[in-house]
């Protein structure tokens, strides 16, 4: 497709599950990104890719939380033992990774924990 | 530390009337500056987006300007319409890299 995907689109779990979000950039994007929006609040930066360096983890807010990127293009975003405070919606953009280029965003995972 | 300040957090306009966003940074080798709009269930979009060297960029009823001396840039909607209520980000970034967000505004447009 043309644009950012993610998948699923919601996800429901229980608390202390493992949950893995996907996300698909738009092909030829350098750079990933991972954010997490609680409801009615801003975006938190979780996690940062640019091609074969070494990610930017500094926003994941705690050892729960890991991310790959595969051969630089897929992303997949993991959450150990979910607990109701993980419960959000997780952006995911990409962008070419070069001066003056906007990022692109999909429509975000839902995720709920029961 | 946040990189990119944003107010208002939340903003009630009259239909017809022009909304204004304030966003302020701290990193002067941020050299673009983009203007996301999120509607409801959706993934944040480009709106508009600016350089630093320039002090005003327009496309239709929106409008950013610029002040480089100040760190500060701002979002005007001209003419706002209900179909503008949204939330607003604005962000910076430095050579393509790392995007800074606000903490958004949310704009309510009363008909």
């Known amino acids: 497709g043309a644009g950012v995907s993610q998948s699923p689109s919601n996800k429901v779990t229980e608390k202390g599950k493992d949950v893995e979000l996907r996300c698909d950039p738009i092909?030829?994007?350098?750079?990933l990104y991972w954010y997490r929006q609680s409801l009615g609040q801003g975006l938190e930066f979780l996690i940062y890719?640019?091609?074969?360096?070494?990610?930017?983890k500094s926003g994941l807010p705690s050892d729960r939380f890991s991310a790959e990127r595969t051969g630089g293009s897929v992303s997949t975003l993991t959450i150990q033992r979910t607990q109701q405070e993980d419960s959000a919606v997780y952006l995911c953009?990409?962008?070419?990774?070069?001066?003056?280029?906007?990022?692109?965003f999909g429509q975000g995972t839902r995720l709920t924990v029961v | 530390q946040q990189q990119v300040k944003q107010s208002p957090q939340s903003l009630i306009v009259q239909k017809g009337g022009i909304s204004i966003i304030n966003c302020a940074y701290e990193?002067?080798?941020?050299?673009?500056f983009p203007w996301y709009q999120q509607f409801p269930g959706k993934g944040p979009a480009l709106l508009i987006a600016?350089?630093?060297?320039?002090s005003e960029k327009k496309e239709g009823r929106f409008t950013i300007s610029f002040n480089k001396s100040a760190k500060q840039f701002s979002l005007h909607i001209m003419d706002s319409q209900p179909g503008d209520s949204a939330t607003y980000f604005c962000?910076?970034?430095?050579?393509?890299?790392?995007?800074?967000f606000g903490t958004g505004t949310s704009l309510t447009v009363i008909p």
């Open positions: 953009a990409s962008s070419p990774g070069h001066a003056n280029t906007e990022a692109f």
């Open positions: 962000a910076a970034s430095k050579g393509g890299n790392q995007f800074y």
């Open positions: 890719f640019q091609g074969n360096s070494a990610p930017d």
């Open positions: 600016i350089r630093p060297d320039v």
């Open positions: 990193n002067t080798a941020f050299d673009y």
């Open positions: 092909s030829g994007h350098t750079a």
